[in-house]
């Protein structure tokens, strides 16, 4: 397809938003032949997957986002193909590590079958739970990152994940466990949803994550996020798309005419760059839409690795340090109910297991976020330190220098981030379906033209690039009358 130029002295498309979604819309359409054009408020792209030197010279730290199960198991990803594009994805061995009072700990190896023989009696319905999701993790991930307005392509997967999120949300959940290890272990990984830690909501997340473990890893980008980000860029530009950094638009009626616009950004701020143009009742529901709860960043250069009670935590890229499974649902509880945990969940990376160049010889740096409420104005530095120390001890006398991101100024580095909500909106089983509004198209404004492509919508956080895609797929066909496949376009077959 030739590209169609511009009329009267617009473009075909314009993307307001450069993250992994805004991206990954512009990368569609920009495939399709159509004239692209990117309005980004930083001066950096990558939104939620950025990297910068945020404490000394030489220790590059993740500003957002830092592991990414995603980064293989998502249809744009696969289709996008990131290694031919330079980026180096290490695995850990560990995908993640739970650590439990007394130097024990729950480790989730890449192997199943380490991981099962470590779990010992509570191996066989560990194995039961993840592994028949974990065999089908292609399925798995396209049914998890669909738009949630089509029967899945794959329905028995489907059905056996839907069992067993009732199953693992359930009051009799830990029926199946006679340890106290793997239910820690699963709860941890749902409380990534920042939500009601046995919860249907989080309860999905949790098993979805938990299966790719096995299946795909939880790889970190060699040299960071920012890589990820630069090269989605990079082949944007390559097919004549233009990004226009440092700019940030504040209301509609700045940018140049265009057939289709495209909006990486929070209802909130769809709300803003409208200008009272949004018909009151869409409006209304804009509004409505619930923020989630936020994350406090803490990013730390230590002299040295982390001295971890339990040995194999030193393999992990990924750690859930709040304790046992109790002490998780407790800490979620109180972040959803307004509260600062005494003991918070920290989740912490640390990238130099496989990628030592993040910091000078020797040396090495922690990222971590604490769950706080919803624009939280608390430095939790110190809460941060403590569960580290408790299962590290002598964490304390290698920290060179900390940078901390408060939530109620996430939004500086990431506008989306409201109040330091960095899933895009409350994770409900309504606000997955519903997101950001009860339509049968979420995708599509009421404004004509105009198409909302973030988090905010299905299939909601994390970087996989699907809300971009699903919107860049309703925008050729509205818009332009193109109905290829958008993966296709993605991979660099020519639009019919």
Known sequence: MTRSGSRGGGVDVVVVGAGPNGLAAALVLAGAGLQVEMYEANATVGGGART??????????????????????????????????????????????????????????????????????????????????????????????????????????AVRLALRVLDQAAPWWRARFAGDVAPAMLTGV?????????????????????????????????????????ALANE??????????????????????????????????????????????????????????????????????????????????????????????????????????DRPYVLAVQPGVVDPGRAPAGRHVLWTYAHVPNGSTRDVREQVTAQVERFAPGFRDLILAEHVIRADRQEAYNPNNLGGDISGGAT??????????????????????????SASTPPGQAVHGMCGVHAARRALRDRFGIRTDPLALVAGTPAG
């Open 52 to 157: 910068q030197e945020l404490t000394l010279p030489g220790f590059h730290h993740d500003v957002c986002s830092a592991v990414h199960p995603m980064a293989l198991a998502s249809p744009f990803f696969r289709a996008f193909d990131l290694p031919t594009r330079g980026v180096h994805l290490r695995q850990p061995e560990v995908a993640y590590a739970h650590p439990l009072d007394g130097g024990r700990a729950g480790i989730a190896w890449r192997d199943l079958d380490r991981t099962v023989a470590g779990l010992g009696a509570d191996g066989r319905a560990w194995r039961s739970l993840l592994g028949p999701l974990a065999e089908h993790w292609s399925e798995l991930a396209g049914t998890a990152l669909s738009d949630m307005r089509r029967p899945p392509a794959h329905p028995g997967t």
């Open 190 to 230: 749902n409380a990534h949803a920042i939500a009601p830690a046995r919860g249907v909501a989080a309860t999905a997340v949790g098993l979805v994550l938990a299966a790719l473990a096995h299946a795909v890893g939880w790889p970190i980008p060699e040299g960071g996020s920012q890589r990820i980000s630069d």
């Open 236 to 341: 944007l530009r390559r097919r004549g798309g233009r990004i226009h950094i440092d700019h940030r638009v504040e209301c509609l009626a700045e940018l140049p005419p265009a057939r289709a616009v495209l909006l990486d950004v929070a209802p909130a701020n769809l709300l803003r760059l409208a200008a009272g143009r949004l018909p009151a009742r869409y409006a209304r529901a804009l509004r409505a839409f619930r923020r989630g709860g936020a994350a406090c960043k803490v990013d730390f250069a230590l002299a040295g690795p982390v001295p971890w009670a339990a040995p194999e935590c030193a393999q992990a890229g990924t750690l859930h340090l709040v304790g046992s499974s109790t002490e998780a649902v407790a800490a979620e509880a109180a972040v959803v109910a307004g509260r600062h945990a």
């Open 428 to 453: 409900t089983v309504r606000q997955m379906v519903a997101r950001p509004v009860a339509r049968w198209d979420p995708y599509r404004t009421p404004l004509p033209g105009v198409y909302l492509c």
